[in-house]
């Protein structure tokens, strides 16, 4: 069955430091997406992506962030200078219709930052 | 921005009992739906609901899309251990692209 595949799975990083998010979308999906989780909290939206641009942003999806689909089949995510706040579980995820709300989510990246 | 209150927290039952979780917003949602998380996993769709009123069931898990579209619910029937997990409740309001989250109902259930 096709599935979403992030890495890495788990990044250790710096405070300050850049970190980029890699995931594979499910090849015939058109709707990409990043999601984040901070520990014990509730799954919290980012970003959409459609037809190679941002559709849609939430308020943490600040100007430290950034998404590309370098190719036909990566979508990342990229955060220029990380925060101790930005440790959470990243998710990616992709649809193939943006009307239902029926998401298909990777494994998620989990991002500590020291 | 649009909040989802989701209840229980958490829940601690036998195997074999009946478990009710719901998720109230005040504001609408076109569409509801509703997440399993495994530990180290990403949400798992478990069912979607897109009209109020509808009544789906997968297997044995059944959830309501309420009359008001400002809320659901979901049931367990008959549980058993791999049922435990994060059971997320999410509202899509199709003007935009973005799923909103409740905040979880954490399930353990006690062989």
């Known amino acids: 069955e096709p599935e979403v595949t992030q890495t890495p799975s788990h990044q250790v990083t710096q405070m300050g430091q850049e970190v980029i998010l890699r995931c594979v979308p499910i090849?015939?999906?058109?709707?990409f997406y990043w999601y984040r989780q901070i520990l014990g909290q509730k799954v919290e939206f980012l970003v959409s992506?459609?037809?190679?641009?941002?559709?849609?942003k939430s308020e943490i999806f600040d100007d430290q962030f950034s998404v590309e689909r370098p190719d036909g089949s990566n979508f990342t995510l990229k955060i220029r200078s990380t925060k101790l706040e930005d440790s959470a579980m990243y998710f990616c995820?992709?649809?193939?219709?943006?009307?239902?709300?029926?998401?298909?989510f990777g494994e998620g990246s989990r991002l500590t930052v020291l | 921005g649009q909040q989802l209150n989701q209840s229980p927290q958490s829940m601690f039952i036998q195997e074999g009992e009946d478990v009710s979780m719901n998720c109230t917003s005040s504001s609408i949602f076109n569409t509801w739906l509703w997440y399993k998380q495994d530990p180290g996993e990403g949400p798992v769709l478990l069912i979607a609901l897109y009209k109020a009123g509808e009544l789906t069931s997968n297997g044995r898990l059944t959830a309501q899309f309420g009359i008001t579209r400002k809320d659901s619910f979901l049931n367990i029937s008959a549980s058993i251990p791999s049922d435990v997990g994060i059971y997320f409740c999410?509202?899509?309001?199709?003007?935009?692209?973005?799923?909103?989250f409740g905040g979880g109902t954490r399930l353990m259930v006690k062989p």
């Open positions: 992506f459609y037809n190679n641009e941002i559709s849609e």
């Open positions: 090849s015939n999906h058109l709707y």
């Open positions: 999410a509202g899509h309001d199709n003007a935009g692209n973005m799923l909103t």
């Open positions: 995820a992709s649809s193939r219709r943006t009307t239902t709300g029926e998401l298909f």
